[in-house]
């Protein structure tokens, strides 16, 4: 009987070590997404300057354009995120002088973890795209 109680406990450890593990893998995933997704955004913002500024040697960034490019971006991204896990994917975007930064926020109608003691249902990443040693 004790062989078989260690047996169990055994299995049960091993069990939860799989199942954290493929959710874990599945979490990186997520991660990695979100951080190309917002790099992405920022990184194609910025290419949205104002050409006659940018002609007087000021650098200004055409919100309007740089906002559309983001929220189509940030479609695509909630659409093939709807495909692994459902929830919403909600954005922030900050402009600065010479920098774009993209806030992603995804909120996951279900826990990402099937273990009890873990629950992540929000994950968020941010990137920052900034012009270096522009002179004002």
């Known amino acids: 009987m004790k062989v078989f109680l260690v047996f169990i406990g055994i299995l049960f450890i091993n069990l939860s070590f ?3 593990n493929g959710d874990m893998a599945q979490y990186e995933k997520i991660q990695l997404f979100l951080k190309s997704t917002a790099e992405d955004c920022a990184a194609g913002a910025a290419l949205y300057y104002n050409e006659e500024e940018y002609s007087k040697g000021e650098w200004c960034i055409e919100e309007n354009e740089a906002n559309k490019f983001i929220s189509s971006q940030v479609r695509f991204a909630e659409e093939s995120l709807k495909k692994v896990c459902k929830g ?8 600065d002088s010479v920098e774009v930064t993209v806030k992603l ?7 990402l973890f099937r273990l009890p ?7 968020s990443r941010v990137a920052k795209y900034e012009w270096r040693n522009w002179e004002k």
Request: glycine share 0%; hydrophobic share 40%.
């Open 18 to 20: 799989l199942i954290y």
């Open 105 to 111: 926020y995804y909120e996951m109608e279900n826990d």
């Open 88 to 95: 919403s994917l909600k954005y922030e975007v900050i402009y």
């Open 117 to 123: 003691f873990l629950s992540i249902n929000k994950v």
